[in-house]
């Protein structure tokens, strides 16, 4: 008599046996991708086409350059478009001259990638960070238009970066174990390296918030001074605001 238990049917709506849904190339399936399956695109063979590393380049840029123009509304007049201009290109910059360091220290890392995938990855990084700050944008967009704070606005906009740097660096090194690296530290110090950058490149592209009659500026400055000096003089100039005076009492008209 055999004894042996029946064998149980897999459960269908486990996530062992439920179907993988194939990753589309178009536009909106790449942004979906970066948000919902990072690890499935980062291993998908699409990233090796000229196609996608174009699409990806769109989604960072465009995303950025929205982020800027919400950024210009803070001042208006020729802030409307030399913010989204100097946000992308200082973007653009950023991820080419850093671009030599991060392959060399994903090498370090372990990571098997080519200097093709790679670059597909780091734009990867950059498109999902804009996308972050694309969903920031409308609650950005309210404080410049309900505050005079340039230390404030500042603070808002580098905080945003900061937190979506920090989404972009997890994907990128999520991407890199993918690819076989074992260690965490080396893509750790490029992300350093490469948020130093682009902090330094808000001061050196300045002014992005402010007005002034010239483009940018010649002044060479480090971006802590540069924002602990204007955050210091939004807060003294907020000390410095007369108290308002109560208001003269009628006279007495029975006198």
């Known amino acids: 008599m055999n004894t042996t238990p029946p064998p149980v049917p897999p459960d269908p709506t486990s996530e062992a046996t439920a179907p993988s849904v194939p ?7 790449i942004f979906e991708a970066l948000l919902r399956r990072p690890r499935e695109l ?9 196609a996608t590393l174009g699409k990806l380049a769109l989604l960072a840029i465009g995303a950025i350059t929205v982020f800027g123009l919400v950024l210009g509304t803070f001042a208006w007049q020729d ?3 030399a913010a989204p201009l100097k946000l992308g290109a200082a973007l653009i910059f950023a991820a080419i001259i850093c671009f030599p360091s991060l392959y060399i220290f994903a090498c370090l890392a372990g990571a098997t990638s080519s200097a093709a995938r790679l670059a597909t990855l780091l734009t990867a990084m ?8 694309l969903g920031f944008a409308p609650a950005v967009w309210i404080f410049t238009q309900g505050t005079t704070s340039f230390g404030f606005m500042g603070l808002l906009a580098i905080g945003s970066w900061l937190i979506a740097f ?6 990128l ?3 890199l174990k993918v690819h076989g690296a074992t260690q965490s530290g080396p893509v750790f110090i490029w992300s350093m390296i490469f948020l130093l950058v682009t902090l330094q ?3 050196s592209l300045r002014p992005i918030l402010g007005t002034s009659d010239r483009f940018m500026t010649t002044e060479k400055k480090f971006f802590l001074q540069h924002w602990s000096e204007q955050v210091g003089r939004s807060l003294g100039d907020k000390k410095n605001e007369p108290e308002p005076t109560a208001e003269p009492e009628p006279a007495d008209i029975r006198r």
């Open 126 to 133: 950059l498109a999902l960070s804009g996308i972050l700050l």
């Open 42 to 50: 980062a291993a998908h063979a699409m990233l090796d086409t000229p």
């Open 173 to 175: 090194s999520t991407a």
């Open 79 to 81: 802030q409307i478009w």
């Open 23 to 29: 990753i589309g190339s178009g536009l909106r399936e």
């Open 166 to 171: 920090l989404f972009g660096y997890r994907f």
């Open 201 to 203: 490149l808000t001061t």
